[in-house]
C-alpha cells in the first residue's frame, strides 16, 4: 500500500473515533472538505504542514498520528 493511502486510511480512522464529519475537519483544520476527502482517498500528496494542521485538528500528535502499525518501516510504501 503507498504511503498515500495509508496516511488517508490513518485520518478516515482518526476522524471516525473523534466522531467527525469531514466537513467538522476542515473546518477544525483550517482545510477544504473537498481536499480531506481526496487525501482519505489516497489521491492527494499530502504536505506535512497539512497532516499537522489535521493532527492538531483531531487532538493527536504527529507521534501519536504515526505511530500506528501502517507505518513501521517494514512495511512497502511508495
Known amino acids: 500500500m503507498e ?3 495509508k496516511i488517508g486510511i ?3 480512522e482518526l ?3 473523534k466522531q467527525m464529519s ?3 475537519l476542515a473546518y477544525a483544520s483550517d482545510l477544504d472538505r473537498s481536499y480531506i476527502a481526496s487525501v482519505e482517498n489516497g489521491q492527494r500528496n499530502i504536505s506535512i ?3 499537522e494542521k ?3 485538528a483531531l487532538g493527536v500528535t504527529l ?3 504515526f505511530g500506528n502499525d501502517k507505518f ?3 512495511s512497502t510504501s511508495s
Open 3 to 5: 504511503i498515500k493511502s
Open 10 to 12: 490513518r485520518i478516515k
Open 15 to 17: 476522524r471516525e473515533v
Open 22 to 24: 469531514q466537513k467538522d
Open 49 to 51: 504542514v497539512n497532516i
Open 54 to 56: 489535521i493532527a492538531v
Open 63 to 65: 507521534k501519536e498520528f
Open 72 to 74: 513501521d518501516n517494514d
